[in-house]
């Protein structure tokens, strides 16, 4: 802006997003005032002016009866409390997290098989199994990354209904958008899946932008120069009223969900394209969208809420930072495994025995080494197979009730994906020329499993 200058202003006592808010509003009274864009992670003010800045004394007086103290220099918070606030943070993050796990290992989505021939309103159940698992760790992980973004565009000083609506907005956007692309799924009729490396890409590309994020919501140090500022037009835009991008913006993140690849909703995807019906696609798609909202309207209510408070704002913040960068790891993690890339779940296979004995190995019928497992919605049994390299195998897996990702196999031991049909035995054969350690995986490498290949004859 012609002929204006900026200055900072390091604040005291800012710790939420409608504190933000409230200091930019008021701030814009000033006269000379043209911007302001507050940050409760940086503890700062950037004020952009017109003739004199408006002075400490001043800033200090209008502010006083909110109890905001500003400076021109940085404020040192106690030590001792911040450490206090983040293990406090950490221990709820960690009580949230084992709850997340223990639900995933209770393989209640095992219980669910969805096909062609399933009736539509399994679908809404398949949905809500979906919206508390793999659906809060990417659309669920995406929906904690933005909330205060969105909290900042809206009305955090109005009421609960205001302050959810950018998070019915982005359950709106998605409900829309799967109806409308799952009944072109239906009318196109044929299987349409991202490569596993487009998958790839996809994954890690949104989950380093969840993980940055999550940086920016924990505020530690050094780490606040990785945070997404919100750009300087857009801040001005908002504190001056304006609500269309507040509006559109979850509406399209929302409605971009669909492209997420998560085991349920490309499993429910699947059966769109296998009715080979517009209509039929829509509802498929539509129901089990329905199905996800209770959860990750669950995310919002919780993100609307405790955001707008000044003194849980910011463990909020931190809790919900740390369950980001928990969830966007656990993506990136996951993808090395589908791609048989080093992973953190290597650590568990490198601390398993290499057992020696000719027992190990599999029976040769036929000239083929058989080899047999079970595949669940829990994992794989066994999970650790040993086979002789230079002889072709014959891998029987029967499905005893997968769900999502895990009814397709994926190893660099053979092309393709080896799909699986509950309550039915699939059958892959493959030759392994060298000896080594090879993991096998769902197709979104959630569930692992490795094959140790020796040396013909030992």
Known sequence: MPGTKERVYYVEGMHCVSCELSIERRLLELKGVKAADASSGKSQVLIEYEGQPPSIVALNKLFAEDGYRFSERPFQPAAG??????????GVALVLLTGFVALERTGISGLLNVNAS??????FAFGLVAGFSSCAALAGGLVLSMSKQWMKASSPSGTL???LQPHLLSNLGRLASYALLGALLGAVGSRVQLSLRASFVLVVVVSGVMMLLGLQMLGLGALRKLSIPMPKAFARYIARGA?????LMPLIIGASTF?????????AQGVALLSGSALSGGLIMFLFALGTAPGLLAIGLSSATLLRSPRLSTQFSRVAGILVL??????????????GLPSLNDLSLSRRSVASADADLPP?????????MEASALGYQPKHLKV??????????????????????????????????????????FTPTKPGRYKFSCWMGMVTGSIEVVQAGR
């Open 161 to 163: 209904a205001q302050r």
């Open 326 to 339: 928990f969830f966007a790891l656990s993506n990136i993690n996951a993808q090395f495994n589908a791609l």
């Open 243 to 247: 609500g269309l991008s507040a509006r």
């Open 364 to 372: 040769v019928i036929q000239g083929k080494q058989l080899v047999t």
């Open 118 to 123: 399933t009736s539509l309103p399994v679908f």
């Open 81 to 90: 409390r911040r450490a206090k606030d983040l293990v406090i943070a950490f």
């Open 388 to 429: 002789r390299s230079g002889i072709p195998v014959r891998w029987e897996i029967k499905d005893v009730g997968t769900s999502g990702c895990t009814n397709a196999i994926i190893s660099e031991l053979f092309d393709g994906q080896i799909d699986l049909t509950p309550g039915k035995t699939s059958v892959r054969e």
């Open 259 to 267: 492209f997420l690849p998560c085991g349920f909703t490309i499993t």
